[in-house]
Each structure stands twice: as C-alpha cells, then as structure tokens.
C-alpha cells in the first residue's frame, strides 16, 4: 500500500509458449524463470498481495511455493491470439468478486523478464500514484535505424539515412514490457493495460532483456553468472 491505496501485481503465465518449452518454468540459474518476477513483486515494500494466472497446475504448484496466489483462467484465454491484457482483467473480476478483495492499483508483471533493478518497481509506483497517471510503463531511451525487407531490397522505415540525426538528440523511448503500473478502474474500463496519462520510467538497460527463444535465455543465463547483477543491482532470488 502507498499513500493508503491498495496495490496487487498480476502475472500471466500460460503454459503453452513457442520459442522455449515449458518457458515460464524453465530452470535459469537455479530458479524457475517466474520466480524471478514472483520475487521481484513481494520485495516490493509497496504491493499487498501477489497474482499468478495460469492455465497449468505445474506453473500454479511452483508459483504457489514461491509465495504466489493463483488463479486459473479459462481456455478462451490462452491462446497465442489473445492479448495477456485480457487475462488480468479477468483476474481483476476474479479478485474482487470471488475473493472480495478491493484495491486500485495493478502492476502488471511479464513473466519472462527476469532482470530488474532493486526498488526500481517502488520508485515507479510512487511516481504512477504521486502524479496520479492511469500508467507508468518501464522504459529505456531508444534510438532507431529501422529498416524493412521488401523481397531483395532494404529501405528505412524509422529514419532517412541521408539525413541522419546525430543519436544524442534523439529522444525516442523504448517499452521495455517488464512491468505497467496502472489505475484498476482504468484496466477495466478500456480492458488494456494504458489509459490516457501515461509516463514511463527509466528503467535500468537489463529490463529490455526479455526471454523468448532460446538463444536470449543463454545469454541472460551467462549474464547471471557474472558480475553484472551485483554490480548494477539487479534482484534475482536467493540460492535455496
């Protein structure tokens, strides 16, 4: 709870994925990979409660040690075509009907983002509410040179190469997905995860590592095994 508004963090984890098998639990570095987003949510001093909605029995057992309540969603809701945005609504409807439990705020977890900075979700959340925003999304500065393949031929889609900006003016923002902060009324009255004031935060460059195919979870995994979470302060759970 911040500022006497009550505050839950959804995180969708179906069991079907493409690029990586089982991917939500799969082992990185002596963790289930959704142990690190469970993990990072109930360091949080601000979140009260702790949601994982899941079609699987295995991802709601391993969430469920971790610390995590579950709730199941249905079929309709876990195919490769249906945004994730739909399935924290109904964990939103489930919350609060069957569970009666009333709050205002969602954070909104992605599963496969295991690297985050320490505190860095406490500091968003109090500028989200601070400012009253309907959303606060993680960001890093980005700076495109898009291009697109036409058959054989390559053209620019983000930028004109002939006249190309000097990078350090550029002032493009990146979304990096690990986490959106957003108002509950706001979530279900546009049945998405933006509402109309919306700011992102700086996030630290580790948030942009999002794992969906196998080489990314290799290099996160080799990341994990230097020096780099220590050094830039990510959290990552304790070693059993």
């Given at each position: 709870?911040?500022?006497?508004?009550?505050?839950?963090?959804?995180?969708?984890?179906?069991?079907?994925?493409?690029?990586?098998?089982?991917?939500?639990?799969?082992?990185?570095?002596?963790?289930?990979?959704?142990?690190?987003?469970?993990?990072?949510?109930?360091?949080?001093?601000?979140?009260?409660?702790?949601?994982?909605?899941?079609?699987?029995?295995?991802?709601?057992?391993?969430?469920?040690?971790?610390?995590?309540?579950?709730?199941?969603?249905?079929?309709?809701?876990?195919?490769?075509?249906?945004?994730?945005?739909?399935?924290?609504?109904?964990?939103?409807?489930?919350?609060?009907?069957?569970?009666?439990?009333?709050?205002?705020?969602?954070?909104?977890?992605?599963?496969?983002?295991?690297?985050?900075?320490?505190?860095?979700?406490?500091d968003a959340i109090i500028l989200g509410?601070?400012?009253?925003?309907?959303?606060v999304f993680s960001s890093t500065n980005?700076?495109?040179?898009l291009w697109k393949k036409f058959k054989?031929?390559?053209?620019?889609?983000?930028?004109?190469?002939?006249?190309?900006?000097?990078?350090?003016?550029?002032?493009?923002?990146?979304?990096?997905?690990?986490?959106?902060?957003?108002?509950?009324?706001?979530?279900?009255?546009?049945?998405?995860?933006?509402?109309?004031?919306?700011?992102?935060?700086?996030?630290?460059?580790?948030?942009?590592?999002?794992?969906?195919?196998?080489?990314?979870?290799?290099?996160?995994?080799?990341?994990?095994?230097?020096?780099?979470?220590?050094?830039?302060?990510?959290?990552?759970?304790?070693?059993?």
């Amino acid at each position: 709870m911040y500022k006497g508004k009550k505050i839950v963090a959804i995180i969708p984890a179906r069991k079907r994925s493409k690029g990586i098998k089982n991917k939500n639990i799969k082992i990185l570095c002596g963790h289930p990979l959704i142990s690190y987003s469970i993990n990072y949510a109930k360091k949080s001093k601000f979140i009260d409660r702790v949601f994982v909605t899941t079609d699987s029995v295995k991802i709601a057992n391993i969430s469920k040690k971790l610390g995590a309540e579950i709730i199941f969603r249905p079929k309709k809701l876990c195919n490769d075509v249906v945004m994730s945005d739909y399935a924290v609504v109904h964990a939103i409807k489930y919350i609060e009907n069957n569970l009666k439990y009333k709050f205002d705020y969602i954070v909104f977890l992605q599963p496969t983002t295991p690297l985050r900075k320490k505190g860095e979700i406490d500091d968003a959340i109090i500028l989200g509410i601070t400012k009253k925003l309907d959303t606060v999304f993680s960001s890093t500065n980005y700076k495109p040179f898009l291009w697109k393949k036409f058959k054989n031929t390559l053209k620019p889609t983000s930028f004109n190469p002939y006249k190309r900006k000097r990078r350090q003016i550029d002032s493009n923002i990146n979304e990096t997905g690990s986490y959106y902060i957003t108002k509950k009324d706001i979530f279900i009255k546009f049945k998405n995860r933006f509402g109309k004031k919306v700011q992102c935060f700086n996030s630290d460059i580790h948030s942009a590592l999002e794992i969906d195919e196998l080489n990314e979870f290799k290099y996160v995994s080799y990341l994990l095994n230097t020096s780099i979470p220590k050094k830039f302060n990510i959290l990552i759970p304790k070693k059993n």
